[in-house]
């Protein structure tokens, strides 16, 4: 599904409805271009987890694990910007606490798929699907450069542990942001495609 998220307000509405519907195990993949909100997406997951340490960019540290305050999952918060393949993701080790843990990768795309067959991947994108100017690259999760505009969400789950969820999280969402569900945004498939022209008969 894709939503029209209009202001860092029903960002932070978006990650915490999310997050009611999280259990141990579960991945999130998450992308977007620079300054897309994607670690203040993450800091209200944490919130609404009832996580415990100041979620930032991990990224020099690469992850950062925030122990449950009430005995739930650890929210695992990994920024994978500075990998260069899914190798040296495979180096961190994360498979061992992903299924006692909730995991967040940002920057994931392409990288974080081969953790988990069952994901959840969020792309962010400011509606104009530009960086934000001016945007310090060396920290890419900065979010003191966001700016209160919309932003584009595309949501997608994947296999079967979101296959049993999406569509009650579907509802959820358009209960606590009505009106931002954008129509018209699936996929084209074989079925979309046009037939082709019969040949002219002669004569």
Not at 6 to 30: K, P, Q
Request: charged fraction near 25%.
């Amino acid at each position: 599904m894709r939503l029209r998220i209009r202001s860092l307000t029903e960002m932070r509405t978006l990650a915490e409805v999310i997050a009611g519907f999280l259990r141990a195990g579960d991945l999130l993949i998450l992308a977007g271009n620079l300054g897309a909100g994607k670690t203040t997406f993450t800091q209200s997951l944490g919130a609404g987890l009832g996580v415990g340490g100041r979620i930032a960019s991990p990224t020099f540290v690469i992850a950062r694990e925030h122990p449950s305050l009430h005995g739930g999952p650890a929210l695992v918060h990994v920024d994978a910007y500075r990998l260069g393949a899914a190798e040296e993701l495979s180096d961190l080790d994360l498979d061992s606490e992903l299924e006692e843990s909730i995991t967040v990768v940002e920057w994931g795309e392409g990288l974080a798929e081969q953790l988990s067959q069952d994901y959840l991947s969020l792309t962010i994108t400011h509606s104009g699907g530009a960086d934000v100017e001016d945007f310090d690259d060396e920290d890419p999760a900065d979010d003191e450069y966001l700016v209160d505009e919309e932003r584009l969400v595309d949501l997608t789950g994947h296999g079967e542990r979101w296959a049993e969820r999406l569509g009650a999280l579907t509802a959820a969402l358009a209960e606590r942001l009505p009106g931002a569900e954008e129509s018209g945004a699936a996929e084209s498939g074989p079925a979309d495609l046009a037939a082709p022209e019969p040949p002219e008969e002669d004569g």
